[in-house]
């Protein structure tokens, strides 16, 4: 890669990049991401870069030159949204169904099946910390394991809406008991009723509501001195192209696990208006408040999102605006975006501390969205079949039908 005059990015090794000039004459970089065996380009001149440059020294596939089909187990294609904007849509549904008739002939050997009704993931008000079914033996321990693995992977092709239970279930990977298998068999016949789902990524401008977002005055703050200046990477390439908007709902479930009473953190983050990241996973401390909890996830979200910064601007991608943050606890949104409020609670105090130094920066301001508008809220609670569960789930997938034959 370095003869072609590429460079690994510094944020992510399988990353190279080069910059080049489109035929309009703007500027921009070549990207070329590496991930063993397969190979992804995204240039104005893809295919001539494939045929001419990489392919001149690698053994290509005939099939696979041309606009991306398959990538990673998912499915690519191009779609037109309904406001006439192009995008690239990702899609899971061969691999989840794949996967689930893999379950279907395990189960047939053993004379079993699939439960036929599985609205939700899992059942609403199981408790996997709960159970106290006997435990599983070796053989079925390792395809617990493995059914984990499935589902993660699913999880990371764009299937959001398993994320909080997949990450529930992984929690008991160490001594899985029949009472957690059956769940997971139950996540399958979920996933086999809805496996027609792809993930939509819509480069649109997202709607960012700037009053909501005001810059305050950090001068009479403990950060007063930071004069809102991000610290910037000091290798960072020069940036080319169109910037891109970071958005990001934030939620907590306070004392959800009802053995330990940790709290679960969720987060979604977007740029422009597609999702790049989601995030479910129980917290490491336990918090005494809700406020706690909710400030601790608040921490998590702008941590990745600081990273994420820092990966845009390697990437040679102007990150000039600060990112939008919603969450639903208001006194958390408070405590973040006043200048001269106070908290002195040390757990809290450091999250408290090191979310107001991004605010100071203006690496990110904070925003309060109503629960019902959290779409969060699908990676920390167990929300049963309804409205507010298939809300959620269609502002992040797509449901599609038949594309595949």
Partial sequence: MRHLEFVSCPADPDVWMRPAVKSNGDEYYEYVLLYTDDVL????????LLREKIGKYFELKEAS???????LGGHMRKVQLDNGVNAWAFSSSKYVQEAVKNVERYLDEEGGSLPRKAETPIQTSYRPELDVTPELGPT?????????????????????????????????????REGHLAQLFHMFAHLKKYHNTEMVFDPSDPVVEMDDFQRKDWTSSEFGHVDGKEELPPNMPKPRGLGLVITAKVDADHASDTLTRRSRTGFIVYLNCAPVYWMSKKQASVESSTFGSEF????????????????????GIPCEDPAFIQGDNQSVLANTSIPDSTLKKKSQSIAYHLVREGAARDEWRTSYVNTHDNESDLLTKVLPAGEKRHGFVRRVLHHIFNIFG
Avoid: F
């Fill in 41 to 48: 380009v995204v240039s104005e001149n893809g295919e001539r």
């Fill in 65 to 71: 030159i041309g606009p991306p089909k398959l990538y």
């Fill in 140 to 176: 079925q321990a390792a395809y617990y394991q493995s059914l984990i693995g499935m589902l993660r992977w699913m999880v990371e092709l764009g299937r959001v809406d398993i994320c909080l239970e997949t990450s529930m279930m992984s929690s008991h990977l160490a001594m899985p």
């Fill in 296 to 315: 601790i996830a608040m921490k998590h979200c702008c941590e990745y999102i600081r990273g994420l910064r820092y990966k845009l601007r390697m990437m």
